[in-house]
């Protein structure tokens, strides 16, 4: 039979390890949002005006700070029959909840060759504080699909 001295230190080494284990299991068991890219075509009726675009959704990982992630859109939208070209970066920040990734626009740089300008409000285009409750599926090892509501967004390839 063990003395006591024995079965504490037993105790201490086995808590430790479960400790050492938990810690490891919190820190590196993030959620990712992938390093991807989707082309996306949108087509709709905006205030009896027809809205049809074609971009890049690029979404790129923040490397100094893994609660944020950007999101690159560039593209060309047809809104009421006239030409528009859009170029913008998204910081957006975002944290699990359940198998749920919600997520808020942070801030948004607009590159001079855009030409929306914020004149008009597209969807699909995020605007300052919007807020996304998405769900991130892995179709393989290069794919995975974004979703709203089990409503697809997009697929995003890596």
């Given at each position: ?56 959704f690029s979404l790129i990982p ?39 990734i919600f997520a808020r626009v ?31 599926k892995k179709l393989s090892d ?17």
């Amino acid at each position: 039979m063990l003395n006591k001295k024995t079965t504490k230190i037993i105790v201490l080494f086995f808590t430790t390890i479960m400790l050492i284990s938990l810690i490891l299991y919190q820190k590196y068991n993030n959620y990712p949002i992938p390093d991807c890219h989707s082309a996306v075509k949108i087509q709709y009726l905006d205030n009896n005006k027809n809205v049809n675009g074609s971009y890049l959704f690029s979404l790129i990982p923040n490397v100094n700070d893994s609660n944020y992630v950007y999101l690159l859109i560039t593209g060309e939208m047809d809104y009421d029959n006239q030409k528009y070209f859009i170029s913008r970066k998204f910081l957006i920040n975002y944290k699990k909840q359940d198998e749920k990734i919600f997520a808020r626009v942070k801030d948004i740089a607009i590159a001079p060759s855009d030409q929306l300008n914020n004149k008009i409000s597209l969807l699909g285009v995020p605007q300052l504080n919007q807020v996304f409750l998405v769900e991130i599926k892995k179709l393989s090892d290069n794919y995975y699909i974004f979703e709203e509501n089990l409503t697809p967004l997009f697929i995003c390839a890596i």
